[in-house]
């Protein structure tokens, strides 16, 4: 069974930083995952926010975080990343870390096969 976890969130301030973790448990490598980190604020949808290849030679953002968050892995430490810098109050929801066990870079949640349980995140203006 296929598990990632995240870990991170929390209450901040507007401007502040925050560094959100997705592992795995068990014998899952994210290594050979593409990761997808994606967000859902109360009373909206789901949305994209970031995605990192398996490799970690490329990344893509959704327009709202670009420049502000930067996605990374560490795949000798089994973990990705998502750097949240300059935080608004908009950036206000519940983070989910997602994997798609394929190479090819996606922004649709509904082409991620496995999910963690999210970790809230709320900024406060």
């Known amino acids: 069974q296929v598990q990632p976890v995240e870990s991170g969130g929390g209450l901040v301030q507007a401007g502040d930083s925050l560094r959100l973790s997705c592992s795995a448990s068990g014998r899952t490598y994210l290594s050979t995952y593409t990761m997808g980190w994606f967000r859902q604020a109360p009373g909206k949808e789901r949305e994209f926010v970031a995605t990192?290849?398996?490799?970690?030679?490329?990344?893509y953002y959704a327009d709202s975080v670009k420049g502000r968050f930067t996605i990374s892995r560490d795949n000798a430490k089994n973990t990705v990343y998502l750097q949240m810098n300059s935080l608004k109050s908009e950036d206000t929801a519940v983070y989910y870390c997602?994997?798609?066990?394929?190479?090819?870079?996606?922004?649709?949640?509904?082409?991620?096969?496995?999910w963690g349980q999210g970790t809230q995140v709320t900024v406060s203006s």
């Open positions: 990192i290849s398996w490799s970690g030679s490329s990344a």
């Open positions: 997602a994997l798609y066990d394929g190479r090819a870079i996606l922004y649709s949640d509904s082409n991620y096969d496995y």
